[in-house]
């Protein structure tokens, strides 16, 4: 098997039969946070039935994957098990910064997705948008982080988004095991939250992205900035940038640029080839477009509102606000913006492959439980397509192939 189809197709047996003693390795990362050995054995069974080809990752059809009678068990591991799923997603994430981490293409990427739920007992579960449905569904919401480099994309964090009728309602939050220290906290907030983590755990980075809801979110950009990120964010058309000694909107600003302005260049490569588009950028001054005050940014860092055309549909915009070293060039803050795509393409390989979306638990530490394991299943499928698009082709395929795993801190 090449490394394309490691990377996009789902998991044979044989192939994880081939491979197991890596994943051994992999879960040896993590044993130490399953202090009963059953479960630490469990734990071990459920990562290699989200990697294994069944038809539907739900307790029932796990259970009967990973050989037991009944789903009592994978639902004790979700459910009432001892372990903390923060301890696995610590292990997560060095596990992706050992084998991924570049820090002169390190990118770390925020976006949600949803999971769409019938009645209104899974935690968080709320009529709410989600892009999953692409309007406003009975569905719960997760606000995950991934790193992405030249070597590969994947998840390092997650936080379930609770909506305000569920986090000041006392009865909901006791029946869903809501902890009691867990608060009402925005989108951005959470993203916050977990970027503050990968930052202080030092993962090689030197830009953040994100899409509209973050890039308007309530103080978001300065905070990356005091952070000392770099950052391309999404920001709707109404953005106010201060331009020309006016304060403008992003639409009217980029309405009154010259065609010689526009350059056509691909953002990467996407599932149907190169994503073209035209491209124009304008630097901004140092100035907060509310207040026009000086912002007190380092020596040598710049600004720019970049806009995206379609080449189809001319009348199709996107924008950004974008904070980086001056010397930044437009094509590598093009493909900085086009980064956030590779979170997608993982949504899409993590509901796909790894059963993100598949579970049937109702409570908020089974829930963090499950998207973690999936998580880190889905981790250990983007290393093994690094390592085989490094090594010789038929080796990669008979398993040859050494892959270290980091020492448990």
């Known amino acids: 098997m090449n490394a394309e189809q490691i ?75 001892h372990w903390e799923a923060d301890g696995v997603r610590e292990d997560l994430r060095d596990y992706v910064a050992f084998h991924l981490g570049d820090q002169e293409s390190g990118v770390l990427i925020v976006d949600e997705t949803g999971f769409l739920k019938k009645g209104e007992k899974s935690v968080g579960v709320a009529r709410q948008y989600t892009g999953t449905a692409g309007k406003r569904e009975n569905c719960q919401v997760g606000v995950f982080l991934c790193y992405s480099s030249s070597e590969g994309t994947a998840f390092i964090d997650r936080e379930l988004y609770l909506p305000e009728e569920w986090a000041y309602d006392p009865d909901r939050r006791g029946e869903a095991g809501v902890p009691e220290e867990v608060r009402f906290a925005t989108k951005g907030e959470l993203a916050k939250a977990m970027l503050q983590r990968a930052l202080k755990a030092q993962m090689p980075v030197r830009w953040v992205v994100a899409d509209t809801v973050y890039g308007t979110a309530r103080g978001f950009r300065g905070w990356l900035e005091k952070q000392g990120c770099y950052y391309v964010l999404a920001v709707p058309e109404t953005q106010g940038v ?106 899409e390989a993590a509901k796909g492959e790894v059963g993100l979306d598949e579970y049937e638990v109702r409570k908020w ?24 698009e490094h090594d010789d082709e038929q080796g990669a395929a008979k398993g040859g192939t050494s892959i270290p795993i980091p020492t448990p801190s």
């Open 242 to 347: 201060y331009h020309e000694g006016h304060q403008r909107q992003a639409q009217m600003v980029a309405a009154s640029l010259p065609e010689e302005a526009w350059i056509q260049v691909s953002a990467g490569a996407g599932s149907k080839g190169d994503r073209l588009y035209d491209w124009a950028c304008v630097a901004l001054p140092d100035l907060d477009p509310v207040s026009e005050k000086k912002k007190t940014s380092p020596v040598g860092a710049g600004r720019w509102l970049l806009v995206r055309r379609s080449i189809e549909d001319l009348g199709e915009y996107a924008y950004y606000l974008a904070y980086g070293p001056a010397e930044t060039s437009l094509k590598e803050l093009i493909r900085i913006a086009g980064r956030r795509w590779a979170i997608e393409d993982c949504f």
């Open 7 to 81: 990377g996009t197709e789902r998991v044979s047996s044989k192939l994880i039969e081939q491979w197991s003693g890596y994943l051994q390795e992999l879960h040896a990362c993590i044993a130490h946070h399953f202090l009963r050995p059953e479960v630490r054995a469990r734990a071990y069974r459920y990562l290699a039935g989200l990697l294994a080809n069944i038809k539907r990752k739900n307790a029932w059809q796990m259970a009967e994957a990973i050989g037991e009678l009944t789903p009592r068990g994978v639902q004790h591991l979700l459910n009432d098990a």
């Open 365 to 388: 530490d089974g829930w963090h439980r499950h998207v973690t394991l999936c998580l880190l299943a889905h981790a250990y499928l983007v290393v093994l397509r690094s390592v085989a």
